[in-house]
């Protein structure tokens, strides 16, 4: 059910980057998610800017969060405390299904590179104050804690090598190994880590503004200062650009890797468009 077809083109940020449009070849739609009229997950084209709306939840506080899978073939997301857990659905909305519970509030989902795990933040118990790292198999079975420390921890990102996730606990980055070993502080004063598609840097945010750094946590410098304090980033598939969620009501907004050509993707500022992932084109 096609709900907007308003035209975000990239024009100047492809013709900038001297890639024209499509952004790239492994490059598909963004998904994200929208408050509040109406809360729900969407997937918009970045060439076209055409809408569809994947999933509507009940409760408009719903945390949504989706995520591609790597082979660009299902979104994770979070449906609402109306069926608590983690879902899974097709990117046209088709074939929904739960593979995870969760203990309490499960949020941020991540697929694991072979696409057989899926790691998340969520409390250790209904009721709890802080939240944890856990990793689920996507047929449901093999619930693990990550992590059991007293700091608040979330938005977890699992690299695209497989060999280690990154994720917020307090308020810096941190980083393990998938099996929870080798738990250390990767990048100071930072939130929000993404793994660029050759896992060789680490996108973050810092006060508001989008930074990246090396993978070992090293040469952090900042890539833009915009309007607007941002609450995530995201890489594109073929590394050439970010996406930018901000904490606020807003657009998401699109840029090189390099911080130049700073454009919206979606054209409803007066709402809350957040938590963008970026699809890689299945077959590529």
């Given at each position: 059910?096609?709900?907007?077809?308003?035209?975000?083109?990239?024009?100047?940020?492809?013709?900038?980057?001297?890639?024209?449009?499509?952004?790239?070849?492994?490059?598909?739609?963004?998904?994200?998610?929208?408050?509040?009229?109406?809360?729900?997950?969407?997937?918009?084209?970045?060439?076209?800017?055409?809408?569809?709306?994947?999933?509507?939840?009940?409760?408009?506080?719903?945390?949504?969060?989706?995520?591609?899978?790597?082979?660009?073939?299902?979104?994770?997301?979070?449906?609402?405390?109306?069926?608590?857990?983690?879902?899974?659905?097709?990117?046209?909305?088709?074939?929904?299904?739960?593979?995870?519970?969760?203990?309490?509030?499960?949020?941020?989902?991540?697929?694991?590179?072979?696409?057989?795990?899926?790691?998340?933040?969520?409390?250790?118990?209904?009721?709890?104050?802080?939240?944890?790292?856990?990793?689920?198999?996507?047929n449901g079975s093999g619930l693990t804690r990550?992590?059991?420390?007293?700091?608040?921890?979330?938005?977890?990102?699992?690299?695209?090598?497989?060999?280690?996730?990154?994720?917020?606990?307090?308020?810096?980055?941190?980083?393990?190994?998938?099996?929870?070993?080798?738990?250390?502080?990767?990048?100071?004063?930072?939130?929000?880590?993404?793994?660029?598609?050759?896992?060789?840097?680490?996108?973050?945010?810092?006060?508001?503004?989008?930074?990246?750094?090396?993978?070992?946590?090293?040469?952090?410098?900042?890539?833009?200062?915009?309007?607007?304090?941002?609450?995530?980033?995201?890489?594109?598939?073929?590394?050439r650009y970010l996406l930018l969620g901000q904490?606020?009501?807003?657009?998401?907004?699109?840029?090189?890797?390099?911080?130049?050509?700073?454009?919206?993707?979606?054209?409803?500022?007066?709402?809350?468009?957040?938590?963008?992932?970026?699809?890689?084109?299945?077959?590529?």
């Open positions: 059910m096609l709900v907007c077809a308003s035209i975000a083109t990239l024009a100047g940020v492809g013709a900038a980057a001297g890639g024209g449009l499509p952004p790239g070849s492994r490059d598909g739609l963004v998904v994200f998610a929208r408050c509040c009229t109406p809360t729900g997950i969407y997937t918009i084209s970045p060439t076209d800017g055409t809408e569809r709306l994947l999933y509507k939840p009940k409760y408009d506080d719903t945390p949504l969060t989706p995520s591609w899978s790597p082979n660009g073939r299902s979104i994770a997301y979070i449906a609402g405390p109306q069926a608590p857990g983690i879902w899974v659905m097709s990117p046209t909305g088709s074939r929904k299904h739960r593979i995870a519970r969760g203990s309490g509030d499960p949020n941020s989902p991540t697929w694991s590179a072979t696409g057989t795990k899926i790691a998340f933040a969520d409390l250790a118990r209904p009721g709890a104050k802080t939240y944890d790292i856990w990793v689920v198999r996507t990550l992590t059991h420390t007293a700091a608040n921890e979330g938005e977890p990102k699992w690299a695209p090598n497989d060999k280690s996730i990154v994720y917020q606990r307090g308020r810096d980055v941190w980083q393990m190994r998938p099996d929870g070993t080798h738990q250390h502080r990767l990048i100071a004063d930072a939130s929000a880590p993404d793994w660029s598609p050759g896992a060789t840097h680490v996108a973050f945010i810092r006060q508001g503004n989008p930074w990246v750094a090396n993978a070992d946590g090293s040469g952090a410098r900042q890539l833009a200062d915009t309007p607007e304090q941002d609450a995530s980033v995201t890489w594109s598939p073929d590394g904490a606020d009501r807003g657009d998401i907004q699109v840029m090189q890797s390099s911080g130049a050509s700073l454009q919206p993707l979606t054209q409803q500022p007066d709402l809350f468009n957040s938590w963008p992932d970026w699809q890689r084109k299945p077959g590529t």
